[in-house]
C-alpha cells in the first residue's frame, strides 16, 4: 500500500509539472509573452547576436532569396530592412512574422513547404534545440535540399557551457530551456558534418548573462544538387 501511495503521489507530482510546462509553452505562442521572455533571460542577445548575423555575409543579399527556418514572431537579421522569407510551425508566430514582413509561410523544419534549390540563403536559428537528432538530420538534409548551388546554408543554435561550473547561471538557464534537447558543441557538431562535410564553427556569447551559441556555415559546391 505504500508503494502505491509513494508511486500516486510521484504520479501527481508529474502530472503537475507536465501542465506547468503546457501553461508555458502556451503563454510563449504569444509573441509579446516570447518577446520579455527573451529580454529578461537573455539581456544583450539583440546588441550580441543579432547584430553579428546581420553582419554575415550570406544574408546581406535581398530579402526573398532567404529563408528563415524557425523563425517565430519576428526576425533576428531584420532591421529597417526587409525581412527574410520565414517559414515556422506555429501559425500564431507566422501571423505575427507576416503582419511585419508580408512572406511567411507554416511549415515543419524537417518537410520544407519549397521546391529544390528555392533559396540562395537557407538560416536556421535557435531551432535545433528543440529537435531530436533524427529530426535534426532530416531537417539539415530539407536545407540543403532547398538551398541552390553556390549558396550558403547557416545553422545558430544554443550550446551548453563547456564547463557548467565556470558559467553557472547559463546552464541553469539552458537546462529551463523548452527545448529539451540543449547539446554540448560537440554533439551538434556531429549531427552536422555527419550530413555535409565543409561546415565552419564559430562559439560566441549570445547575451550578458553568459549564455552562448555556435554559428555553422556551409557553403554549397556550384554544381551541387
Known amino acids: 500500500i505504500f508503494q502505491y501511495q509513494l508511486s500516486a503521489c510521484q504520479w501527481q507530482r508529474a502530472i503537475s509539472r507536465a501542465r506547468f510546462q503546457n501553461m508555458i509553452f502556451r503563454l510563449l505562442a504569444t509573441p509579446f509573452v516570447y518577446k520579455i521572455i527573451q529580454g529578461v533571460l537573455a539581456p544583450g542577445r539583440k546588441a550580441l547576436l543579432s547584430s553579428r548575423l546581420r553582419s554575415l555575409p550570406e544574408v546581406l543579399i535581398p530579402a526573398e532569396e532567404i529563408l528563415d527556418i524557425g523563425c517565430g514572431p519576428y526576425s533576428a537579421f531584420s532591421q529597417e530592412r526587409p525581412y527574410p522569407v520565414g517559414c515556422d510551425f506555429s501559425e500564431v508566430h507566422i501571423a505575427s512574422y507576416v503582419g511585419k514582413s508580408g512572406l511567411g509561410v507554416v511549415g515543419s523544419a524537417d518537410h520544407l513547404p ?16 528543440h529537435l531530436d537528432d533524427e529530426v535534426v538530420r532530416l531537417s539539415i538534409s530539407e536545407m540543403l535540399r532547398i538551398c541552390e548551388p553556390g549558396g550558403s546554408v547557416v545553422v545558430v543554435d544554443g550550446v551548453l557551457p563547456k564547463k557548467p561550473w565556470y558559467r553557472p547561471f547559463a546552464f541553469f538557464v539552458r537546462k529551463l530551456d ?48
Request: glycine share 10%; with cysteine.
Open 114 to 129: 519549397f521546391d529544390s534549390s528555392s533559396f540562395k540563403t537557407v538560416i536556421c536559428v535557435g531551432l535545433f534545440h
Open 178 to 225: 523548452r527545448g529539451r534537447f540543449m547539446r554540448y558543441q560537440q554533439k551538434l557538431v556531429g549531427l552536422l558534418t555527419d550530413m555535409q562535410v565543409g561546415w565552419k564553427f564559430e562559439r560566441m556569447t549570445t547575451t550578458y548573462t553568459g549564455l552562448e551559441a555556435v554559428i555553422c556555415r556551409l557553403e554549397i559546391p556550384m554544381g551541387e544538387v
